[in-house]
């Protein structure tokens, strides 16, 4: 029999999580269905109980209800639960099972993908939403040393303090206050900026040479991936970093990697996931 599968969230119509899945589940063999579900806003747990009571074997879960999720599941990953946040449920009998792969993906799609190995790398995290909350850790433990930065200072501020709880120190970076020459290796956009084709105010110095610019938005270039682009192409018109000028990504890598993180959850199957992000590539 098939096990059925679903993405749920709000608006969901545009989801590429079933497309993924299915490419997924065609490459392995498995045999699964998955759809798109639109929970109402204030019904996502009555949508989760109706999965379960039809049989369902798991959910993603997307915005705005990854923190409904949270709340939800019965069991949590230290991921999920450092997060605060899940984007996979898995049902068990009793057991709800909630993750979080959101920064596995992520980090799997800059040091498997992008070749950028994490360790000793000064990474800048860029906003301190769920979207950041749900890759810090992961990043923290692949080795890197992190710093954090937000429009609103004080939520950088719980964000740092947050994470000093998990152990981890990490700096809180303010460039329109504290103007400096500090350069990091990796820039990460996990804010929502891009939606209004804004970008979070950044001097052009920030990008060391050789730096990747990751902006976890896809399907659009956001302005911060162009100043990225921008600066990498002054970076080779002065001679600095010719050779390794500055990489910019973004978030489909992370979108299908998160996927197939979600997918070896639920089947213990682990998908190729290149020939997807291809496919996604041309269909976009
Ligand atoms: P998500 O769950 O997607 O992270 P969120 O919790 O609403 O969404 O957080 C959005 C993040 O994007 C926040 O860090 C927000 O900054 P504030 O804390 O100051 O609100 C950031 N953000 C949104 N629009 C932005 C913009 N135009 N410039 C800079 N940061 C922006």
Not at 81 to 108: P, S
Not at 112 to 129: T, Y
Not at 131 to 148: E, F, R, S, T
Not at 234 to 255: E, P, Q, R
Request: aromatic share 8%; proline share 5%.
């Amino acid at each position: 029999m098939t096990d059925k599968y679903a993405v749920i969230g709000n608006p969901i119509a545009h989801s590429k999580s079933p497309l993924i899945h299915r490419m997924f589940a065609e490459q392995t063999g498995q045999d699964i269905g998955y759809e798109a579900l639109l929970a109402p806003l204030d019904g996502f747990s009555a949508t989760v109980e109706r999965l379960r009571k039809d049989g369902y074997k798991g959910c993603n879960v997307t915005v705005p209800f990854k923190f409904d999720a949270f709340k939800i599941a019965t069991q949590l990953t230290e991921r999920a639960q450092a997060a605060q946040a899940v984007n996979t449920l898995k049902f068990d009998g009793n057991i709800i099972l909630g993750g979080n792969t959101d920064g596995a993906g992520m980090v799997r799609d800059i040091e498997h993908n992008f070749r950028f190995p994490l360790r000793g790398r000064q990474v800048l995290l860029i906003g301190a939403g769920g979207a950041a909350y749900g890759v810090a850790l992961p990043i923290l433990q692949a080795g890197a040393q992190l710093a954090l930065m937000n429009r609103t200072r004080e939520k950088a501020d719980q964000f740092a303090i947050y994470l000093g709880k998990l152990g981890h120190i990490v700096a809180v970076y303010d460039f329109l206050n504290e103007p400096g020459r500090k350069q990091f290796d990796l820039i990460i956009n996990a804010t929502s900026s891009g939606l209004s084709d804004e970008m979070p105010p950044l001097p052009a110095t920030v990008f060391a040479p050789g730096a990747l610019a990751y902006d976890m938005m896809y399907g659009r270039e956001t302005p911060f991936m162009k100043f990225a682009r921008e600066q990498g192409a002054a970076m080779a018109a002065d001679g600095i970093g010719v050779t390794d000028g500055i990489g910019v990504a973004d978030g489909l890598g992370m979108l299908v990697e998160q996927a197939a993180e979600a997918f070896y959850l639920w089947r213990g199957v682990r998908p190729d996931t290149a020939p997807v992000m291809a496919r996604l590539r041309e269909v976009a």
